[in-house]
């Protein structure tokens, strides 16, 4: 099962790096490693005792990131195997093992879920629709920021439930855009429709449809293809 955490990120700025400071050296890694070792079980449950013991050491590991770090750090354990950017750490049963082990995962997982939010912020930054954008150029912006953003999830590693990581992603970027959380839950809702599965890797075209949808559905007009004024913009993010 995902980390429940994961579904209280709702909001962007519940995790913006902007917002979220991070200072990190080696120090703070042994630090955060002294704190994690003494909670791993000397003896573990493994399959026979239902993992209770290694759950139980993620749970406390969850509270001491949490404590230490802000609750932008919640998504530290979510996996790609449950749609998650994470692979130093994929589940309790796996990744509980030895102290030293135990803590170094934790380790390169929280890193590399703030490497992740940090690469997603710059996207929305590079996608933003310019403030004083007609209508029709909005359109443009936004079919380009959703494509780009739904292979931004698939190239995070995610499996299982890739779809949900791509739908959270565009509810964030639209947020940044002046958005309210339940315009932007209802646009993505539109323009998915259920159309991404999880395990399975959307063809380009379904992803460029997903993308003319949301865009038409916010702005009442189509985006406009290949347009020349624009072609060194599309290289831009297509390279990103």
Do not use: K
């Not at 990744?95 to 082990?101: I, K």
């Not at 209802?186 to 395990?199: I, P």
């Amino acid at each position: 099962m995902p980390p429940a955490a994961v579904s209280g990120l709702e909001r962007w700025d519940d995790v913006d790096p902007a917002r979220h400071p991070f200072d990190w050296d080696q120090d703070e890694a042994t630090r955060l490693r002294a704190l994690v070792s003494p909670w791993v079980p000397p003896v573990l449950s493994g399959q026979a005792g239902g993992w209770a013991g290694e759950r139980w050491c993620e749970r406390q590991i969850d509270a001491i990131v949490r404590v230490r770090y802000g609750n932008w750090a919640l998504g530290w354990n979510w996996s790609y195997r449950y749609g998650g950017p994470v692979g130093s750490w994929v589940a309790a049963a796996g990744s509980v093992t030895t102290p030293d082990e135990t803590a170094t995962r934790v380790v390169g997982a929280l890193l590399e879920w703030r490497e992740w939010l940090e690469r997603t912020a710059q996207r929305f930054t590079e996608l933003a629709p310019p403030p004083q954008a007609s209508p029709e150029d909005r359109s443009w912006h936004l079919e380009r920021a959703c494509v780009r953003l739904v292979t931004h999830a698939l190239d995070s590693g995610a499996e299982g439930g890739w779809h949900r990581q791509a739908e959270r992603v565009l509810r964030w970027f639209l947020g940044t855009t002046g958005m309210g959380e339940a315009e932007a839950e209802q646009a993505v809702e539109r323009a998915v429709g259920g159309r991404f599965r999880s395990w399975v890797t959307p063809e380009r075209t379904l992803i460029e449809s997903v993308g003319e949808d949301l865009a038409v559905g916010l702005t009442g007009f189509a985006p406009y293809q290949d347009h020349r004024e624009r072609a060194a913009l599309e290289e831009l993010h297509d390279r990103a």
